[in-house]
């Protein structure tokens, strides 16, 4: 949905992943978004996610949105706003810095120029800005990046997140706006003591980004001609065309130009039916890597090519002959790590893996486990 | 403990709490002491049924909390447990509602006031869990009562007086309440909840006239009777009870409920410039607050356009919407429905409004702007589709009465 509504309005989006994340995020929203009320903004806040977030690590968005003082009415819907809205982008799991949701391949995809980013990690905010650069941007950002261990504020990262996230979204919410909104919850003291400290604690720094200078501004593509704009006739589905579409789709870097590049009725493929994996290849239109926090590594040296992993794999990542993981398809459950008898497979963080950064802020599978009891 | 935030913020703006649509509901169940609740999970209404389970764990209030083994049987409970005399709330969406029809449908039947929620959501396509009327509307026919809400704050409202219209001794009919699915279910906004003692004072405790008891001496209708003997019976007095609801028992539950919230609502529209109004965007539901936003903008261009948001679904206000349309040219329908096949080929609302115009004295030129298939509308599209409709009406005919507004593709 664009409108020039939708700019002038105030966004925070909150990524994050997994269940824990999703209430964590519940909290930040609705503390901040009663923040607002109290400061006189209308406000509202709803979450998107594509795949069910309530299994373990799979990403989502928050959104929570103030409205402008001039704008009286605002239309509380639920809706991924295209065009640059967010003001302020919050990031609950460094993780998501490398590989972001499936609707926001880009993580400051839609961000405004001026956007602040905020990250719960232990990381400094200068490596958080290499990752953008390389990673997570492809548009001018001179914004500002605050980083903070939520973890260091109390049990629940929600709080500490919340100081820094109002240091971030000022003058729009004040501290003494969150505080007051923090009353109603059940260990207040607490609270409120985790979200001062963390306001004046969490780092920043300034930000100064050319496109240019963004490893991904090479891959998003100008806009492209719109078929369905230019008032040709589009042409009715076979299966050629459908996979033609259905691989631009799949590789738009962007959520503006997937939703370009999506078909119409015509060009669709009919009914339940849907084109694209031969047999032996995986599905380059369902690729659902983004669930991954933690990378599976195979040492060859200690692999007997026993191919348990590849039996074990809920997800037919591992092909069998040679033994790889299609990194695509791989949800980092680390099945194939447990099932192996030789100790061949690790599960580095994502951060470490590729980047060789020590990250210690992040959700393990094994806390998720616990706290849910699955 | 003692206040540590030094805060100048106005009391009175800190009690409009944000809630998203299923949490507000939740506190209405609980505002309406109801005393058994049947659950079972269907995105998007589940929110409210999470919400109760936590305060009826938490202690705020106590109710008999079952989670059924389907939605059939959810539907089967509350029907029996309203039978002997209980208070019921029960909901779902989609597909899921449609599974427990056969249960729904009796319930109406049998003349048992249980309030229902619809989630409204598209019927499955793969994995759409987009705003679809659908659902709800399978079940138009069948003397449940329908209204639709257009934000967290009226769901809670409209839940509270549904309680009361079906339990009126001249209605005793079931009543769903239309939440859209996602835009209101999950969407927090500002609410601010009434007061328990001036709901208590709206609404009495339910009492069952017959009641389900063999103290009563009453036993349920042999199954195996043969169905001519008492089945256009029982339909008539299902219309008859309806047409009460329409013409009295509604009108007079929001009469009250104004008088005790002070707010004046008038109980089956709400209308905005439709006074002088020479078009008028007819709708229901959360959008309805974008096409209030766009009247407002093509107001501020002079255009004579009017908003006008139908409350309840069933029974329809076919008299009083006539009424509103009387001096109106053009009625543009937004509907975020299907209905393949049908006269026309529209969807469904507008078919209603088409109907309920049929013996105006001036019919005005109607257009359906169809928004199915859980696509999110978009302002752009809301604001082409009304100037379509000016145009129409200028030109005193329309080329194309049905649109598929968010529809990727040629619109044939």
């Given at each position: 949905m664009s409108s020039p509504e939708l700019e002038s309005l105030t966004w925070l989006a909150i990524h994050g992943r997994g269940v824990i994340n999703t209430a964590h995020s519940s909290q930040i929203a609705l503390t901040l978004s009663q923040a607002g009320v109290s400061a006189g903004r209308e406000a509202f806040y709803y979450m998107r996610y594509d795949d069910s977030p309530e299994r373990v690590q799979l990403p989502f968005i928050y959104y929570a949105v103030f409205g402008n003082p001039k704008i009286k009415m605002i239309l509380p819907e639920e809706v991924e706003p295209i065009g640059n809205v967010f003001d302020t982008i919050a990031v609950l799991d460094s993780s998501l810095l490398v590989k972001s949701t499936s609707q926001r391949a880009l993580l400051l995809d839609g961000a405004k120029k001026n956007a602040s980013l905020v990250v719960n990690t232990s990381l400094k905010p200068e490596v958080i800005l290499r990752l953008v650069k390389k990673y997570g941007c492809a548009h001018d950002w001179d914004g500002r990046i605050f980083t903070l261990r939520a973890k260091k504020y109390g049990k629940n990262i929600a709080y500490g997140m919340i100081g820094a996230i109002a240091r971030a979204m000022e003058p729009l919410v004040t501290i003494e706006h969150v505080i007051d909104s923090l009353e109603s919850t059940e260990d207040q003291r607490e609270a409120i003591e985790a979200v001062k400290t963390a306001y004046d604690e969490s780092e920043s720094i300034k930000v100064s980004l050319k496109a240019s200078d963004c490893e991904q501004y090479r891959k998003v593509a100008p806009p492209s001609k719109d078929a369905n704009a230019s008032g040709a006739k589009p042409v009715p589905w076979n299966r050629e065309s459908y996979l033609k579409i259905k691989r631009a789709v799949a590789d738009a870097p962007t959520y503006e130009q997937r939703m370009k590049t999506m078909p119409s009725w015509e060009q669709i493929a009919p009914a339940l039916i849907e084109f694209g994996p031969k047999v032996g290849e995986r599905n380059f239109g369902f690729k659902t890597s983004f669930a991954r926090t933690f990378r599976p590594v195979i040492d060859e040296a200690k692999c007997i090519n026993c191919k348990l992993c590849h039996i074990f794999c809920p997800d037919g990542a591992i092909n069998f002959d040679p033994i790889k993981v299609d990194y695509d398809y791989c949800k980092g459950c680390g099945i194939c790590a447990n099932v192996c008898g030789s100790n061949a497979i690790s599960m580095p963080h994502e951060l470490a893996a590729l980047e060789g950064l020590d990250e210690e802020e992040f959700l393990t599978i094994r806390e998720a486990l616990i706290e849910y009891a699955y | 403990m003692s206040k540590t935030s030094q805060v100048s913020v106005q009391k009175s703006v800190q009690k409009r709490r944000v809630w998203t649509g299923a949490r507000a509901v939740a506190e209405a169940v609980k505002l309406a002491d109801v005393d058994v609740i049947a659950a079972y999970p269907i995105r998007p209404y589940t929110g409210i049924m999470n919400s109760l389970a936590t305060m009826i764990a938490g202690g705020d209030f106590y109710a008999e909390y079952l989670v059924c083994d389907s939605e059939h049987s959810q539907f089967e409970v509350v029907k029996h447990a309203s039978a002997v005399g209980a208070r019921t709330f029960v909901g779902s969406s989609g597909t899921g509602l449609i599974y427990g029809t056969e249960a729904v449908i009796t319930t109406a039947l049998g003349q048992l006031p249980v309030v229902g929620v619809v989630g409204c959501r598209s019927l499955d396509d793969p994995g759409n869990f987009g705003m679809e009327w659908n659902d709800a509307f399978l079940f138009r026919d069948v003397g449940w009562l329908m209204n639709w809400s257009k934000d967290p704050q009226e769901a809670l409202e409209m839940t509270?007086?549904?309680?009361?219209?079906?339990?009126?001794?001249?209605?005793?009919?079931?009543?769903?309440?239309?939440?859209?699915?996602?835009?209101?279910?999950?969407?927090?906004?500002?609410?601010?909840?009434?007061?328990?003692?001036?709901?208590?004072?709206?609404?009495?405790?339910?009492?069952?006239?017959?009641?389900?008891?063999?103290?009563?001496?009453?036993?349920?209708?042999?199954?195996?009777?043969?169905?001519?003997?008492?089945?256009?019976?029982?339909?008539?007095?299902?219309?008859?009870?309806?047409?009460?609801?329409?013409?009295?028992?509604?009108?007079?539950?929001?009469?009250?409920?104004?008088?005790?919230?002070?707010?004046?609502?008038?109980?089956?529209?709400?209308?905005?410039?439709?006074?002088?109004?020479?078009?008028?965007?007819?709708?229901?539901?959360?959008?309805?607050?974008?096409?209030?936003?766009?009247?407002?903008?093509?107001?501020?261009?002079?255009?004579?356009?009017?908003?006008?948001?139908?409350?309840?679904?069933?029974?329809?206000?076919?008299?009083?919407?006539?009424?509103?349309?009387?001096?109106v040219k053009g009625v543009g329908v937004i509907d975020f429905s299907f209905s393949l096949g049908s006269p026309g080929n529209g969807s469904v609302l507008s078919n209603e409004v088409k109907t309920a115009l049929y013996d105006a004295e001036n019919r005005p030129i109607l257009m359906d702007f169809i928004f199915a298939g859980g696509r999110e509308m978009t302002l752009t599209e809301l604001e082409n589709s009304t100037k379509q409709l000016i145009e129409s009406v200028k030109n005193g005919r329309v080329d194309k009465p049905v649109r598929w507004v968010t529809v990727r593709g040629d619109d044939e």
């Open positions: - | 509270l007086v549904a309680y009361r219209i079906a339990e009126d001794e001249r209605v005793l009919l079931p009543h769903f309440v239309a939440l859209d699915g996602a835009t209101i279910t999950h969407v927090a906004s500002p609410v601010i909840p009434p007061k328990k003692e001036l709901v208590d004072r709206f609404l009495p405790p339910y009492k069952q006239p017959h009641p389900l008891d063999p103290s009563y001496d009453t036993v349920s209708k042999a199954m195996h009777i043969a169905p001519s003997l008492i089945g256009p019976e029982q339909r008539k007095s299902l219309d008859a009870a309806i047409k009460r609801a329409k013409n009295v028992v509604i009108p007079e539950a929001w009469k009250a409920w104004s008088d005790i919230t002070g707010k004046d609502v008038d109980p089956y529209f709400e209308s905005m410039k439709m006074e002088d109004a020479d078009y008028a965007l007819v709708s229901m539901g959360a959008y309805s607050r974008n096409v209030d936003y766009i009247v407002e903008k093509l107001r501020e261009t002079g255009v004579k356009v009017g908003s006008l948001r139908l409350k309840y679904f069933r029974p329809f206000p076919t008299e009083e919407l006539k009424n509103i349309l009387k001096d």
